[in-house]
């Protein structure tokens, strides 16, 4: 089997910054953090804090917070109590909202300085994320550009987006205030990537990257794996939220499935399967799909090959820790460590695998 760490990065990664999410590092060589969304209202904290938990479950790293008023605001102590996770707060254009919720204790507050008022009224809130440790994304969207900069540019633009960041970190830089991170996002993938790649070449603050409403969960993860994956084989992003107008842990899933892809993230199982054709005996798909649902609670790092007959299974389930290979005739081979090690009924294959992948997994888990 292949040691899939040590396979070549795709990229160098771009040096930067480090600022702390909780105890979540961001930026400075620290792993590429998987974000997402709560889609609840933040004023359920019940509602709230169950998806909370499902996204760490499924593997985030952080989540965030929609705060739009005062009786989410007042929600927000009980939910970061009851957190696995940091949390960040979103907030538009409410100071008041901003201080309410630091001092709810919670990690991050998503807000842009120049759009929540008097110079004074950001003072107050830099003030308090400065006590506190708390560092401020600036979120510049394509769609809510300043309207000055939209006029000098003429519509729209990278180049647009990146001065609108820059007049945001000027503000709180002004203020002596340096945890910040920034995005950058826009729906059309080719503006993403250039207003990103252009903040990357004038500042070190870390990247938090997305492709703002991508979509529905298969157009959507496709522009965004093709979106981010374009800036991190630059070597650009230190943490990455997937948009998808579907169950937010499935934005959590893809995230990883990306990161895992891209050489960025390890642990957990990674399955590679074939996608069968007429050469296939039997029904291999739903067998692939089970296994993939049947080793996502896994910790440690497993690679595992399901694939469908003796042409490509061999080569692939070699170079799995554990695979299968189906065959003719009703049965197929178990592969472990790159060689075979039973030859069994079909049907006896996929809970073998499973097997041999959990106690794989389990050995790896605390290394
Ligand atoms: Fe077809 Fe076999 Fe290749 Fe699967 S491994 S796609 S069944 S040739």
Known sequence: AYDHQQLPAISQRRQTRQVRVGSVPIGGGAPVAVQSMTTTETADPVATLAQVRALAEAGADVVRLAVPNQEAAAALATIVKGSPIPLVADIHFDYRLALKALDAGMHCIRLNPGNIGSA???REVVKVAAERQVPIRIGVNAGSLEEDIVEKHGWPTAEGMVESAERHIRILEDLGYREIKVSLKAHDIAM???????????????????????????????????????????????????????????EVKVARILLKAMGLKFGGATLTACPTCGRCSVGMIPIAERVETRLSHLKGEVNVAVMGCEVNGPGEARAADVGIAFGHGGVGLLFKGGAVVKRMKAEELEDALVTEAEAIAAARENK
């Open 192 to 250: 993403t990537v250039q207003a990103n790649r252009l903040f990357a070449s004038r500042f070190d603050y870390p990247l938090h990257l997305g492709i703002t409403e991508a979509g529905t969960l298969i157009a959507g993860t496709v522009k965004s794996a093709a979106g981010i994956g374009i800036l991190l084989a630059d070597g650009i992003g230190d943490t990455i939220r997937v948009s998808l107008a579907a169950d937010p842990v499935e």
């Open 120 to 122: 004074e009224r950001v």
